[in-house]
Structure formats: C-alpha cells, structure tokens
C-alpha cells in the first residue's frame, strides 16, 4: 500500500521536522518499544528527525540511537528541577524544535514547562486506562494535546471536562510482519526449562507490577492445576513483584510449573512456543504484548480492562472475564487448553482481526499527520491587564516556575520584583522594575514558514503564593525574599478550558 503524500521521504534535513520524544522512564516495556517503533518509522520517511530525552541510560536508550534517534539524559524527578528546565528549554530553542512529545506524568511536568517557556506546542501521549492528576494538572497549566491510547480512555477524559479540541484517540498498532504464526523455535522455552514437546504452555507476558495483577493470575493458575497438573507457565518480564509472586509460587506449590523467564527482547520464538496467552491486568489500556500474541494466532483469555475488550472479541478471538474473577479465567484457560480446535480458530481470527484492524504501519503515518498538525506555527500574542478576583494559590514548584518565568509579578515596596519574558534566555528570574508588558512569541515549524494568527488572551487571574515562590526561588539556587499572594497579568497560554 502506498503511503500518503506528506510521508514520501524527503531528503533535505532542512524540511525535516524535528520532533523531542521526553520518556519520563527508560524501562524496556510496551510505552519503550512504542517510542521506539515511532522513531524508526517516521526517521525512514526523512520527515521527521527525533532527539529522544530519558532520566538514564539503558537498553532503551541503546534501542533508539539504533532506531535513528539522538539521545540525551535529562533528570526527571516529579518536580522538575531548574537544571532540568534550563538544559531542555536551551534544547529546543537551539535546535529548532516543533514538537515536544511527551510520555508519563513526569514528563508531562518538564515538558509541559518547557513548551509553556518557549512556545513550542506539547503532545502528551496517556498510557494509562486514566488521565492522572499529574497529567490533568499539566494539561490545564501548559494547554497540551491529550493523545488517548484507547476509546475507554477517550471517554474518560471527555468525562472529566477536556476540551474535545485538544484531546485525541491514537490506538496502537501491531506489526504483524514481525509477529506472524510460524513453528516452534528449535531452542525454545521448551528446551531452556527441559519440558517435553508434547507439554502445553500457557504465558504471561509483561511488566510484573500492580496494575498487570500477575498475582491474581497465579491464583488463577493454582485452581488450573488442580484439574491439569501437567500444564506449564511461563512468566516474561521483569518488575517490582518478582520476588513476591516467586515466593507465592513457592508456597503454592507451583514452583516446578511456573517458569520465570525474565525479559526477552526477541518475543517472537515466545508466542511460537506458547499454546495460550494471559492477560490479568486491573487497569489497562491497549497492552502491545497481548495484540503481539494475537498477531502471532495465538489465542487469549484477558480481563475486561481498560481498552481491551476493543480489539479482544468475546467468544470469537478470545474470552474476556472481569478483573479479579481467578475461578473464572482458571475455567477458561481450561477450557481453551483441552479444546484444541477452539484455540486453535480464535487464534486464527485474532490474526486475522490485527491484520485487518490493527495494522502498525497506517497508525503511525496516521499519528504522523497528527503530530504534523500540532506543530504548526503558530504565534502567541498577550496584552496583559489587571483584573480582579481571589489569587489563584501555587501548589507546586513546577508551577510557580512556570509562572515565574511567564509572568510579571508586581510586589508592592519589594525591589525584588520578577519579570521574566519568554524571549529571555532561561536562567533564575533577575530583578526589573515591575511592568505589564505585551509578549509576542513566534515559533516556526521547520516544514512551514509565518506566524499563524494570534489565539484569543485566556481570562483569569493567577497569582504566586509565598510558598511557591520560595520555592521557586530554591529551586533556581537564588537567594531572594519570598513573594506574597499579588496580582499578576494573565498567563501567555490558555488555561480557560481543559
């Protein structure tokens, strides 16, 4: 199939629109390999070029460079540190960026930040089943574009009030060359584990953390072994619960059955080996393992959970049972096991629904010409006045930055009043005399040229409490007096609707 127009690759660096990936986590999982397969896919279009920003190095940082991504190691702590704000806004005005792309609420706080000082737009990419209050409060002071994994998590956000203009719905795909039915590897789990080839293996794939609930299918598979004690589980993946469902095992028994494989970069000989595949997570939106398996024929028994009744059909490529419910999926992990011809047609109609529904390639030239949209030029214009009303209290230090660095604080009989201009080169707020100023901020997209028309002003009244200063202020490594709750011009940004 041909791609659209805007992706046919062009080769001349300077048409490129440089996009910045900020990963709030360098763990190899489903939102890495996500990151990663993005990267790859737009960098061969010559379209784009990627900088990804990630709190250490890893094995995802190794995957990107490779991908065709510059990589470079930010901290990312909850509350953005000035280092951290400095180095990255520096960044993106360096290099002309379009685009921040963010991942994960932490991200969402530095980026959010960095976007507000310089005017470059801010996608925010929801892996979660819900919109955090992390992501909320960022939303709402930087203005992001809410890009949702899942309808489920689309009508929750549309639920909590975000405005339909800034709120999409990216579903993943599966990249079903990559994971296609094939035989069982010659060296496979099979042989690593010493199991005999007529033994069946039923898998657990993904991070071994709370939300996955591997504890609830270990219950699960304890009343499974009372019926087919012969059956084998493989568990794939690495995280916090480890040593807890290693000891539970233990103590239930099922030590010699239940194999812990650790993480498995090449995933593919996995489903080939597997009979059946398991998902038990209490809060999810679109796991990539589980529509890696399908992809792959396998067949799956998963939990109602976030997004995935929307590409797991009840009853046609899989069952679904509700969370928590371990007599439930232990029955239909029985029943799938010791009915061959039913595994083995929903596995061909999980297949056959990722080919024709979920293809990878189309959703990301899709998210591609999203993305584009987002980063065009566009110009912020703002007239500050004076208004009225109670001052708006500062609960973080992110926050107060942002508002130190955006706005004119006027404090009455204090030398140490702050102005600080967008334009600036971002450093400590120094002191001026305290004016209202008008701000115009142009921000060009590689791809384009001209500043699009001026949005309208927001209308409401922030202001900086004492705390927030002071926090601020210890966060930029000045010392200064603290800033009581004053009046100040209305941010650059609108922050009226969600």
Known sequence: MNKPASLHRVDNPAHRLHVVEVVGDGIVGGMGRGVERLVAHLSQSGRFRFTVLCPFEGDFTERVRAAGAEVVIVPMPEDPPWQAIQMVTGLVRQRQVGLLHVHLPNAHQLGGLVGRITGVPVMATIHSRKLTMPDLEAHRMVGSHLSMECQHSYLHAVGLGIDPDKLSCDPHGVDTQAFQPGPRPVEGLRQRFDLSEDSLLVGLVGRLSPEKAPDRFLRAVALLHERMPDVHVMVVGEGPLRPQLIEAAQRQGLLSHVHFTGRIDDMAPVYHDLDLLVSSSEAEATPLALMEGMASGLAVVATRAGGVPEFVEHGRSGWLVAPKDDEDMAMRMHQMLTVPDLRQRMGA??????????????????????????????????????????????????????????????????????????????????????????????????????????????????????????????????????????????????????
């Open 349 to 498: 109609r999980a297949r056959a629904s990722m080919e024709e529904r979920h293809p990878l390639g189309p959703r990301l030239d899709a998210l591609a010409q999203r993305m584009r949209q987002l980063a065009r030029p566009r110009a912020v214009t703002a007239e500050p006045r004076r208004m009225g009303g109670p001052p708006r209290v500062v609960t973080s230090r992110g926050e107060a930055v942002a508002q130190a660095l955006h706005q004119p604080v006027q404090a009455a009989g204090t030398p140490d009043s702050v102005v600080a201009d967008l334009d600036l080169a971002v450093a400590p707020p120094v002191p001026v005399e305290p004016a209202a100023a008008m701000v115009t901020v142009a921000v060009l997209d590689p791809l384009e040229a001209g500043p699009a028309p001026a949005p309208q002003a927001p209308d409401f009244t922030p202001a900086i409490t004492s705390g927030g200063a002071r926090s601020a202020a210890a966060g930029s490594g000045v010392d200064r007096p603290a800033l009581t709750a004053l009046p100040i011009t209305e941010p650059l940004l609108s922050n009226q609707k969600m």
